[in-house]
């Protein structure tokens, strides 16, 4: 990590905490049969994707699923209370970190979303911090759902330099999906992967970020 002066951070398993296997027994819980082949980390039916885009709607997403499941009786709550069993939080001291990345580094937030989480992640902000979003903690904030793109699209890196005139070389892109940190390396930004049980805190001080 040499002559960093940019900094943009996934936010799913690199900020908020995720739990797969939560989310799988959610999925089962609807009597979705296979949930590692519905969606798990890396693989997902095509119309996450779209959702993650803004082409879906919160309704199409959730009519998707009872089409899918074959229960037109499940409710919207039951629905949002199974998609969003993975989101399980930010750790302790892990928004004074981003806050103090900020002062020193130009930092953003470029994540792969959707409406139903972000409306969670947005409440359990508010709630949990009394934030009304990430946006204080990153000079900018990228959500796929709001813009139309998608990691591993290089169009969203493409983005994310251009408008804020960033030198890819001084840049360096944190997210805890190999895939999505190709195009990236491919326009010579500089990567790191994360991965559990390493943390978003513990590689900050490994790497003497601040």
């Not at 002066?5 to 609807?30: A, M, P, R, T």
């Amino acid at each position: 990590m040499k002559n960093i002066k940019n900094i943009i951070f996934d936010y799913g398993n690199v900020i908020f905490l995720l739990d797969f296997q939560k989310l799988k027994e959610g999925w089962k819980s609807l009597s979705i049969e296979d949930p590692d082949k519905f969606f798990s980390h890396g693989v997902q039916e095509p119309i996450f994707d779209r959702f993650d885009r803004g082409l879906v709607t919160e309704t199409e997403f959730r009519d998707f699923l009872r089409n899918k499941i074959g229960n037109i009786d499940l409710t919207d709550e039951d629905i949002d209370a199974a998609w969003n069993s993975l989101l399980l939080g930010v750790d302790e001291g892990t928004h004074e970190l981003l806050a103090e990345l900020n002062q020193k580094y130009r930092t953003f937030l470029l994540s792969n979303i959707n409406p139903i989480h972000y409306n969670y992640i947005m409440n359990y902000l508010k709630d949990e911090f009394g934030f009304e979003s990430n946006d204080h903690l990153f000079e900018k904030t990228y959500y796929s759902h709001l813009i139309g793109i998608r990691k591993p699209d290089k169009a969203i890196f493409e983005k994310v330099l251009s408008e804020n005139g960033l030198i890819p070389e001084e840049t360096l892109f944190i997210d805890d999906i190999a895939a999505n940190l190709e195009p990236a390396k491919e326009l010579g930004i500089q990567t790191f992967m994360m991965a559990a049980p390493d943390t978003i805190q513990d590689f900050i001080k490994r790497e003497g970020l601040l």
